[in-house]
């Protein structure tokens, strides 16, 4: 008799768990949105009722991870482990079911690649802002100092002017470890180059750190033309709020756009191919020239205009010509310019004479839009710039009136 109550669990288990509730996603629209740890995904998933089950493979990951699936009307979480399947229902409009699967096998390919992401390391991090310290080198660039994959400690520029993050190819196995896994064209301001890449890296900046960070492997060979180590492109802070600081030498990354005083000046700033340019007016024998600039910090130089834009707006001849010199983007190649003595610019309403301004000779393969402002200008105005909206805030600084 002491052994029939075991005997009944072993034949009500079975059926209690055939009558469990399966979890239930309610949508009124095929396209899900996806958080799989700290990247999300907007409108990523489709739904498919005609496959059972229809399954999204996870990326690899250790401990537990948070998967939360959205539609238009509801929210799914699931804190999942891995080696383990995860099953679930997609109601479309009430009626359809779509079976769907989580499924954390590490031997299966990844539906989603992994999204740049970044935290603090310090423990009971909360504020609402990042404050990263930077120096102001003597080619004008910002220099920061940090790591990449438990290196050494390596020179890293901020660079406005580059969409992906770049390593010098020549420490790859030295200084730095990492895989390459691709190849990708490289836009410069003096042409495009084949270049490989290497997908998912750690760069470290202090407490902060940035996980799944793609690099290309950009043949730096100067150390006089690029006296850093790498570069952080834009995207690193695509979701942020970036202010940089000059008078005080820091980078300060806010969740919401900060009060901002009335010294600051607001422009749009347009993404076109992955750079984020600004409207400059050039203003020459009381002619003006407006066209859209490369906001460009990864730049030691003051400006430059491509040989159509000086063609089409007769600049060629119309300053006082000051030399000739040669300038080299991240493609290496060398351009000739003519550098020319600008009598006025206008950059976010604000005006400044007597530009040192360089005038390609030729035009650039495959370069499109080649005006650019470099960081010998830029370094005079303390910035506020946000990419989710398109916006960026100047105001003068105390370099304001030093010598270019």
Known sequence: MKYIPALVLLFICPVIAAQ???LILKSNTRLISIKEGSSFYKDIWEVSPEVKPDVFNANAFKGTQKIVFYSDVDTLAFTVKPNKKYNFIILLNGTEKAHTQINTYKNNTPNLEPHLSYYNTNPGYKWATDTIPFRLGKDNRIHITGKINDSDTLDLIYDTGAGISAIT????????KLRI???????????????QTSARNTIKIGSYVWENVPLLAVDYKSKTDFPFDAVLG???????????????????LHSSLPKLSGEYSKSEFKLIEGIHYIKVKLVVNGKESETWFDFDTGSNGTAFIGQKFARENDLNNSM?????NRSKG???????NKEV???KMILGGFELYQLRMSIQQQEVEGAGIN???????LKRFNTVIDFTNETIYLKPNSLFYSKM
Do not use: C, H
């Open 181 to 195: 896994d691709g190849t990708t064209k490289n836009r410069g301001m003096d042409g495009i180059t084949e270049v």
């Open 371 to 377: 005006e650019n402002v470099g960081n010998n200008i």
């Open 20 to 22: 469990k509730t399966p």
């Open 234 to 252: 834009w995207m690193v802070f695509e979701y942020k709020i970036v202010e940089s600081d000059y008078d005080f030498q820091k980078i300060i």
């Open 169 to 176: 190819k020549s420490l790859i196995g030295n200084r730095v």
């Open 330 to 336: 991240s493609v290496g190649i060398a351009i000739e």
């Open 320 to 324: 006082k010509m000051l030399r000739k």
């Open 341 to 343: 003595l600008l009598p």
